[in-house]
């Protein structure tokens, strides 16, 4: 599928619940964050995001995702109803081509980063790739990743996400000179607001977080000048099966993302 055209230069949003537990809860995502983006600054492009597979899990008994063929369909579907451009994860290369052909973005994990033939299988099947910077990168070392997309001989637009790093066992930081460092390495800088407040492991058999920071994140985001937020949401997160300590209510998202859109107008990306 080849909608990646897009809308380049336009600041982004990226939304959606973590992985896709229904399709109902993508779709009811879906539907808030649509009524969101329309109410944002002309020109903002929202994107939806979910993953069919959750394979980096604290427990090896933890929810890992419905599996490609019944997610990308459900990622086609949010496509279908919202006319909206959409992204999912893949873990594996094989992967690559089988959902490239349902959503318009491929994402690498930030545990995968540095996984040179998952790198160059995305690279070779979808016009644009986003690349979650791992936890524990240099921001500069990031140049490898995007030359191993690049290298695949497809893509043409490389997106570098900082989701935070490591601060010593259980904690995550936000160094915003990464967002400038990653600028001069890809075409887009995008800071995932939610995942940057995870707790890895930090509850039991699962990883907490702390969301009572995320509007606040996001507004120094758009402050510094990245080219997109990721937020992840849920209709009901304390039910979420994944990172329910870290995705936003439908209601908290419209107050973040707007928040943030505020302190985005006059911004220097240069």
């Known amino acids: 599928m080849d909608?990646?055209?897009?809308?380049?230069?336009?600041?982004?949003l990226i939304v959606?619940?973590?992985?896709?537990?229904?399709?109902?809860?993508?779709?009811?995502?879906?539907?808030a964050a649509s009524s969101v983006a329309g109410d944002l600054p002309c020109g903002v492009e929202w994107i939806f995001k979910s993953s069919f597979t959750k394979d980096n899990r604290t427990s090896a008994g933890a929810w890992s995702g419905p599996g490609p063929e019944e997610g990308l369909r459900?990622?086609?579907?949010?496509?279908?109803?919202?006319?909206?451009?959409?992204l999912t994860d893949v873990h594996l290369p094989e992967q690559a081509l089988l959902a490239a052909g349902?959503?318009?973005?491929?994402?690498?994990?930030?545990?995968?980063?540095?996984?040179?033939?998952?790198?160059?299988?995305?690279?070779?099947?979808?016009?644009?790739?986003n690349v979650k910077k791992g936890q524990f990168m240099d921001p500069e070392n990031m140049r490898g990743a995007v030359a191993k997309v690049r290298g695949g001989g497809r893509c043409g637009e490389v997106w570098l996400t900082e989701r935070g790093s490591f601060f010593?066992?259980?904690?995550?930081?936000?160094?915003?000179?990464?967002?400038?460092?990653?600028?001069?390495?890809?075409?887009?800088?995008?800071?995932?607001?939610?995942?940057?407040?995870?707790?890895?492991?930090?509850?039991?058999?699962?990883?907490?977080?702390?969301?009572?920071?995320?509007?606040?994140?996001?507004?120094?985001?758009?402050?510094?000048?990245?080219?997109?937020?990721?937020?992840?949401?849920?209709?009901?997160?304390?039910?979420?099966?994944?990172?329910?300590?870290?995705?936003?209510?439908?209601?908290?998202?419209?107050?973040v993302v707007l928040g943030a859109f505020r302190h985005w107008e006059g911004v220097d990306r240069g």
Request: aromatic share 4%; with cysteine.
């Open 16 to 31: 959606g619940p973590c992985g896709i537990e229904s399709r109902e809860v993508c779709m009811r995502v879906a539907e």
């Open 102 to 129: 349902s959503v318009d973005v491929l994402q690498v994990p930030a545990f995968l980063c540095r996984q040179t033939s998952l790198l160059e299988a995305v690279g070779a099947a979808s016009a644009v790739v």
């Open 168 to 255: 010593g066992y259980g904690d995550l930081v936000v160094d915003f000179r990464s967002l400038g460092i990653m600028a001069g390495l890809a075409d887009r800088v995008v800071l995932d607001v939610t995942h940057s407040l995870q707790k890895p492991g930090a509850a039991g058999g699962r990883s907490g977080g702390d969301r009572r920071f995320a509007a606040h994140l996001a507004r120094a985001g758009a402050a510094w000048g990245v080219d997109g937020l990721f937020v992840e949401a849920h209709p009901d997160p304390a039910s979420a099966r994944s990172d329910a300590d870290t995705m936003l209510d439908l209601r908290t998202l419209r107050e």
């Open 74 to 86: 459900v990622l086609e579907e949010v496509h279908a109803a919202f006319g909206v451009r959409t």
């Open 3 to 12: 909608r990646a055209a897009g809308c380049a230069g336009k600041p982004l």
